[in-house]
């Protein structure tokens, strides 16, 4: 009866010890970049596939001081996304009294390549098509839940007609007439715009508005326009 009783101790203790082989094995290629292997579910910055064994939702969540925040929503910069540099650039006097939403009218997107591809798109057409010295936005909003940055805070955009010198851009990729953008999209809009305004690039006393409301345009798309009326600080 001892005997059973020991054997069976020591075999749970080499389970064990097998399994902590197995999790310190398993994280061995993510550690590699620097990262851990978690469930995607948990708070993470940047996700990366294919680093991690065990469930398809085990990923690699590549550590934050590698990825630039502004508040809680992950920024992609123009270094991550492939800019060109802008061919010209003016400062505007900060904190700005608006910010203004808007939508590309292109195609949605729902991950970082396909967001970035997005960017030097638009960058490109802009610059090159309009003839303007950047990208026209502050910042673009992806269905991933990442705000991609355009000429950024504090510098004069190319989005509102009369009102690029008081307020920023913030655009978010698709055509939201008949649909509205995820929920992550939608939170990572609004958390842009309390980071610009716990940075002091936004009053807080400043009003949020569409496109529409000061240009003859549909933008930001019906759907979309309905939901930003419902936020803080519409009007
Ligand atoms: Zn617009």
């Not at 650039?89 to 808007?102: K, L, M, Q």
């Not at 010198?165 to 698709?174: A, E, K, L, M, P």
């Amino acid at each position: 009866m001892f005997c059973l009783v020991s054997w069976k101790i020591a075999m749970r203790t080499v389970f064990i010890i097998l399994s902590f082989v197995a999790a310190v094995y398993a994280d061995t290629q993510c550690v590699a970049v620097g990262g851990t292997c978690q469930e995607d579910h948990q708070p993470c910055g940047a996700y990366q596939s294919g680093l991690c064994d065990g469930a398809a939702n085990r990923k690699c969540c590549v550590p934050s001081a590698s990825a630039t925040y502004c508040g809680l929503v992950r920024l992609i910069t123009r270094a991550e996304w492939g800019a060109r540099p802008p061919t010209a650039r003016s400062t505007i006097p900060t904190p700005v009294d608006f910010t203004f939403i808007h939508h590309t009218v292109g195609n949605r997107c729902f991950d970082q390549s396909t967001c970035s591809a997005q960017m030097r798109n638009i960058q490109g057409y802009h610059m090159d098509a309009n003839g303007w010295g950047d990208i026209g936005y502050s910042y673009c909003i992806g269905e991933d839940g990442y705000a991609y940055e355009g000429r950024g805070w504090g510098v004069e955009g190319a989005h509102t007609y009369n009102y690029n010198r008081v307020s920023h851009g913030i655009s978010y990729f698709g055509n939201f007439n008949n649909a509205l953008p995820n929920e992550k999209a939608l939170n990572a809009g609004q958390q842009l715009i309390d980071c610009g305004v716990s940075q002091n690039h936004i009053k807080s006393n400043y009003r949020l508005l569409g496109h529409r409301d000061v240009s003859a345009t549909e933008c930001p798309g019906h759907l979309l326009y309905d939901e930003i009326r419902t936020w803080p600080r519409y009007g």
